[in-house]
């Protein structure tokens, strides 16, 4: 078994099945092609302000539970914050302008950026993140955030039958503590979620604390091998064929 989460190895080998830890490929893929100066010039956005980065979920029914709630904070950010800051939404591939437009409004501009993801996030100074995959994409890069995620009633009564953990984004849990605020479920409240990415976008000290989380995170996610994950996997496969 390749594994590419550290505490996956200690699983698999307490079940009698051979394993390694090859790292995480997200570490060598995940860099944006563009600059910040290149991605605002391109997406008609002020070098001169924040950015703030809004990654609602790659699917319909994710962006269904989660993006209202995102704009309701967006819209309390925008109307309370000292920060003067601008919003882009980065569409998840296979995903639209119109895929978002129903929960859009005229009263909290949002840039929806296409096919620019990484770069969205990595020229942002903070982002509202759906627990998922691009949370970890998004510590890679650097960027502070505040991670969100709603399912439904009926799916939430069944998970916290079977769910058993102190933390949900994959960045707690692989740190082993809270260094991104993470509001699920019924703590995923619009005026929580504002308040803490007000205080992201306001401190400059906070936003260095999460990035150095963000660097440990890295580091712990790096192949141990040289040559990277995906050729240390390649080598594993090859040599017992």
Known sequence: MLVIFPFEEQFYRDAGVPVEFVGHPLVETVRPQHSREEFCRRWFLLKSKQILALLPGSRRKEIAHNLPGIMQAARIVASTSKS????????????????????????????????????????????????????????????????????????????????????????????????VPELVQDDFRPERVAAETRRLLESPEARDIMRRDFEELRLRLACPHPGGAIARAAEIIANML
């Open 84 to 179: 003067d800051h601008q919003r882009v939404l980065a569409a998840a591939p296979g995903l639209t302008a119109a895929d978002f437009a129903p929960y859009l409004s005229v009263d909290v501009s949002v840039r929806v950026v296409e096919g620019a993801t990484w770069e969205a996030v990595s020229a942002a100074d903070c982002a509202i993140v759906s627990s998922g995959t691009a949370t970890v994409e998004t510590a890679l890069l650097g960027t502070p955030m505040v991670v969100v995620y709603r399912v439904s009633a009926a799916s939430a009564m069944v998970l916290r039958r079977l769910v058993h953990t102190p933390y949900y984004s994959m960045v707690n849990l692989l740190l082993g503590r809270r260094a």
